[in-house]
């Protein structure tokens, strides 16, 4: 089976097998999804998907509720339902509207109510105790997912799905953890399954489309259904037009879209222990699905691969794969798709690091679609590292002569020094960014140091991406200190214990952690927060709290280093109780803070009109600022 091969669901055409997947936006205003979801979900099929599944966390009924999510069961909201369909329909694609009823996976906050649950046991990330459903609530939820089934079919949607998978109060039914009752909707797996059954009886009986079950394959929680149960549980259900295959709770979102700290769960393994068994098409995905995992997903027996991130990464992949060009890839980061929107981080909508058009599809056009520069320049980029490369190459595919210049033999700046250990895949953006640029017309000069006095009169702009300086650690403290950057290039001796100071906050300080258990040095990391990396995303921090565990490594959060004598002792003060103590380490490692190196732009900032700077020569940030940074200039000049 091809990925560009024509597909059917219940008598529902495909173009192609490429599946985007639901995937929780924020781009909802007081229950209605807004027009920038339109356009987010509409940008996905002009892209190249075969077939839209979404909006994620559709609502079928008032007793769950949240500032995510659309109120589908609500009439007034078909009129903008449509609006959703009919721009998805517009770009190329068929569109499956997912419904849901997040159960105890959800707090009752925003309405101020309790929650509902198969049984008083509380998910691991709400911990609200649901209120038993009652036969009556089960009827009532039954009846809105058909209401809410309708209600798209109203609004142009071609089929509908079933979410049994995290935030699911149907699969939460199914679950021995989750649901303890002892009637007909409880006990065996028979009554285990029977409201997902009914549900889907009900649905198919109401709604002229494909009817689909969106199905956890593993809870991935303790006492929850395993992989090994996934055969026997997918047996007991039926009624459904496809499968769609996916793992986890809410509860293990860091897991369920594995990124750069976690190991992936063994999903394709479960898939095709499902597969065979199912007399309908399977739809299947991995934690991260690349381009790369379709042919084996093909080969457990999936007929519909699914991706969710790499669509964010570059919404164009799938068109750009049929047409055998290049699409950037997802570096697996979390920290603008799942840490903005889950972490209501980011301005709280879904984001991606290396493709600041997702999520502001309204505002910013396809790169395809911007015009060319008004007036061709020469431009001058001093500084290869993200923001210059995103800059250059959109500034030379709009018409602009553009010559970048690198101190470093290399290109990517800081991102071959991160680009190690857990952080593997942030090689893939560095390798993304330098192809754009050579496959495009820009002059790359590496191994050039530029100054104020090199930069040419007859430069039309010049763009200042020199990034950031590594903070200097030893002045702070009277004793020796190594600086963590000079750990993760590997041009410091360790001795055979480390003491590694947080002052960076981020995942710095966990690489650097790791970098020293690899190097042989017993370790204690202390931090002035609860523990070290504190502003770590959310679902890449237990990766690697895990990895950092289990190479020894001690966390003393609520600490600071007071002193460091010239002997080597520390002082530790406790940051809550004023208690002093003290270490004798072979090595003192601080990870501290990065300054912007804006020497050259303020230089040139006095000598000329023309002069901008991008990315960390502004203000050391995350790497998703280099990136909007660039493009936004660019797309501008």
């Known amino acids: 089976m091809d990925l560009f091969e024509a597909g059917e669901l219940a008598g529902l055409s495909v173009s192609n097998r ?42 079928v009924h008032p007793s769950a509720s949240g500032p995510a999510y659309i109120d589908a069961y609500r009439d007034d909201v078909t009129e903008s339902l449509a609006g959703v369909a009919d721009a998805v329909h517009d770009a190329g694609a068929p569109i499956i509207g997912q419904l849901t009823h997040p159960g105890s996976e959800e707090t009752g906050d925003w309405e101020m109510r309790e929650q509902l649950g198969p049984s008083p046991a509380p998910s691991d990330v709400a911990y609200e105790m649901p209120k038993t459903t009652t036969q009556a609530e089960i009827a009532n939820v039954r009846e809105g997912f058909v209401g809410t089934a309708r209600n798209l079919d109203r609004a142009g949607f071609d089929g509908v799905e079933l979410a049994a998978g995290p ?72 009624g459904f037009d496809y499968l769609s295959c996916t793992v986890g709770t809410r509860s293990t979102f860091n897991r369920t879209h594995a990124g750069v700290a976690d190991q992936e769960p063994p999903l394709l393994d479960a898939i095709e222990s499902v597969a065979g068994g199912v007399d309908a098409p399977v739809m299947g995905r991995l934690p991260f699905t690349s381009l790369a995992d379709a042919e084996e997903l093909f080969a457990a027996g999936v007929e519909f691969v699914c991706f969710t991130r790499q669509l964010l990464a570059d919404e164009s992949t799938l068109a750009a794969a049929r047409d055998g060009k290049a699409h950037d890839r997802c570096i697996q980061c979390n920290q603008k798709c799942l840490e903005g929107v889950y972490g209501h981080a980011h301005g709280g909508r879904v984001e991606c690091v290396v493709n600041p058009r997702t999520g502001r599809e309204l505002e910013l056009p396809p790169l395809s679609d911007v015009e060319p520069g ?19 190459a959109i500034a030379d595919a709009r018409g602009h002569d553009v010559t970048l210049r690198e101190a470093a033999d290399e290109l990517g700046g800081q991102l071959p020094l991160a680009a190690q250990g857990l952080l593997a895949p942030l090689e893939r953006a560095r390798e993304d960014l330098e192809r754009a640029v050579r496959d495009g017309g820009v002059t790359v000069e590496t191994g050039v140091e530029v100054r104020a006095d ?44 480390a003491l590694l100071f947080d002052e960076n906050r981020w995942v710095i300080t966990m690489q650097t952690g790791l970098a ?14 609860h523990y070290p ?80 700077r991008v990315g960390d020569a502004v203000s050391p940030r995350k790497l998703d600022r280099a990136y909007y940074d660039g493009e936004l200039l660019a797309r501008r000049l």
Do not use: C
């Open 18 to 59: 490429g599946v985007f997947r639901p995937v929780r936006t924020r781009l909802v205003d007081e229950g209605h999804p807004t027009e920038a979801l339109q356009a987010h979900l509409a940008a996905r099929a002009a892209g190249g998907a075969g077939l839209v599944v979404g909006p994620a966390h559709m609502l």
């Open 167 to 238: 935030f699911s109060l149907l699969r939460q039914f199914l679950s021995p953890r989750f649901n303890v009752r002892d009637d007909e909707y409880g006990g065996d797996l028979a009554g285990r399954s029977r409201f997902i059954n009914e549900t889907l009886a009900a649905v198919t009986d109401a709604v002229p489309g494909p009817v689909g079950l969106h199905l956890s394959l593993s809870e991935l929680v303790y006492g929850g259904y395993g992989f090994e149960d996934a055969p026997e549980l997918v047996g007991a259900l039926d």
């Open 374 to 392: 008004a007036i061709p320049r020469d431009v001058l980029v001093v500084g290869g590292g993200p923001a210059g490369l995103r800059f250059g």
């Open 454 to 497: 090199d930069v040419e009169d007859d430069w039309d702009v010049v763009v200042v991406a020199t990034g950031a300086t590594r903070p200097d650690v030893s002045d702070e403290f009277e004793g020796p200190v190594v600086n963590a950057f000079d750990i993760l290039d590997g041009t410091a001796d360790v001795g055979e214990s």
């Open 516 to 529: 020293l258990l690899d190097r042989g040095a017993s370790l204690e990391m202390v931090t002035t927060d």
């Open 533 to 612: 990396g504190f502003e770590t995303e959310q679902p890449n921090l237990p990766g690697f709290v895990a990895a950092l565990q289990a190479g020894g490594a001690e966390f003393t959060g609520n600490h600071t280093v007071e002193a460091v004598d010239a002997d080597g002792v520390v002082t530790l003060r406790n940051t809550l109780t004023g208690a002093r103590g003290t270490r004798e380490p072979d090595t003192v490692v601080v990870a501290g803070r990065r300054g912007a190196d804006e020497r050259l732009y303020l230089e040139l900032d006095e000598r000329r009109t023309d002069v901008y």
